[in-house]
């Protein structure tokens, strides 16, 4: 069966983060993971195409150089000095691994004094092997060969997914990587991990950290530019390449994207995110900085490279414009001028505009006209204007102008209305772009999604503020007006009272939100919201709105549903889950909800059609 080195889960996990699932030290284990794991550490490969082969048998020859490469330093081993066996010549392609192999103990040659390379290995070779990298020996094998090295075998867990059963029995590539993956997680006969002498860790499961691994032979990160392909190890059109977490080819790589990769695995991963504007601030300062602030934003630099070019020391300093190319954690991995590819091109929506104070590159500062951007990508940016937005405008910023500035630049409205196809994929006739972003904006504030968030919801031509389409004709931004209500916040109001009359009427609130008690003491605002669960915009300790949301009933939770009698409703991933008791709430959780003797009631805020979700679950103790 054709198996690839990296699979695409565990690409998006490195772009996210890896969740390996808290199964018992017995559990098996899946073959892309156990893939995964020995190719990663190189202890096999695939073929030019990417494929392990894992039906095919295993040589001596192909295992001895698997154990050695399963080895503290075994990368490091290379042709033989002298030729170790008459069937071994020094130019054969194992020769070094043989001879590593033999003056390690973990395997010899045949009485005749030959190797026998080409011979399939059987189970109890390779496990004598796998065993002496263990650091067990003959003083802990009971019985004669091969009984106490298969009975450690099995007590070990080296088993687990190896197919042969019989001392003699042939190994296949699958018995193999099973073998050297169960290897990592045993214990020496010191007692800690094997996968500790080759600098790398479990996870709290007991299983291979398979993040921690990928990320610690990883190498990077550099700057595609050119015919960067020929500067790697490897030929990445024959390999894996993920660009900004989607599989493509080597050929959707760009100028200025900022590469990492495994040459073990054959993998590349490009990341494409920019940021450019004038430096604002260089922290701690510019002698040494491991902080570079742009556009109103501050980025941690991850490289010395940066740090150097933004040094006292390098091209780029206070007031310059400049590109940061943003690495996998967000940091700053290279700096080119402003006019480099993509120059960070951003769309979004004004919600501030100020006067700001900037620093002109010689000591001094100067003051300028300041608009605060929320961008489709979630955050806010500030750039230098001379005018003409306010909030609401929806502006794009990029290099736009011959002196290499980044400038805003207003965009008309283009509206869509229509219902979103049920799974996610259309509106209004136009597909979405995989990848594609939606920022849904209110009050100042922002909640960014994926398309899916949106299925079988209405639009009017009022809610949708912008979009753009790519080179395909498919939707990839796209900008809304307080349509999901996602980036509000929920709780529960435990009291509300009313003192004095007319012009001397307040209020006094008390309310809890996400397990945060506040308290509002004679306001002067009444809020349109009673006791119960609520919506509030705005600071939670000073909100500008609060509203009361309205009940679904009483019913059960399935999956992502709260089901009534009658009716399905959706339940936003982020609910707030309460429970009451004696009269008080207490913030919990849905799957304790869900476990416990509990009456459920659960509220939303509008209908699922327009966008709407149950936001509060209260949990009535029995």
Known sequence: MKRRMITALLACCLSLSLAVPALGAQAAVSEDEAAQAVTTLGIMAGDEHGNLNLSAPVTRAEFVTMAVKASPGGEQIGQAATSPYPDVPRSHWASGSVEAAVSRGLVS?????????????????????????????????????????????????????VTAQNAADPLTRRDAMYLFYNLLSAPTSAGAPYIESLGHSLDASGRVDLLELVNGEMEGPAVAQGNWQAALPFNPALGTVYRDGSRVSAAAVQDYDVLYWNASVSTVWAYSRKASGAIQALEPDQSNPTSVTVAGRSYSIETSQAAYALSDLGDYGLGDSVTLLLGRSGGVAAVADVSAAGAGERVGMVIEVSNQQYPDGAGGTYSAQTVTMLATDGQTYQYQTRGGYRVGSIVRAGSFGQDGQITLRGLSSSSLSGQVSRDGSELAGYRFAQGATILDVADGQGAVYFPERLAGVNLTSGQVRYYSLNSQGEIDQMILEEVTGDMYQYGVLTRR????????????????????????????????????????????????????????????????????DNQRFAIWDQAAVYERRDGQYYLSTLARAQEGDFTLTAWYDKPEAQGGRIRVIVAQEN
């Open 109 to 161: 040659g045949y009485s005749d004094g030959t190797f026998r390379p080409d011979r399939q290995i059987g189970l109890a070779e390779g496990v004598t092997m796998v065993l002496s990298l263990l650091g067990y020996g003959p003083e802990d094998f009971a019985g004669a060969y091969p009984t106490g090295q298969l009975a450690l075998y099995h007590s070990l867990k080296l088993d687990r997914g």
């Open 497 to 564: 009272e009313e003192t004095g009359e007319g012009m001397y009427k307040f209020y006094t609130y008390v309310y809890d939100v996400g397990g945060v008690p506040y308290t509002i003491p004679n306001s002067s605002t009444g809020f349109r919201a009673a006791v119960g669960p609520i919506q509030l915009t705005g600071d939670p300790s000073a909100p500008e709105r609060m509203y009361s949301l309205t009940s679904a009933g009483e019913g059960t939770i399935s999956g992502s549903e709260f089901l009534t």
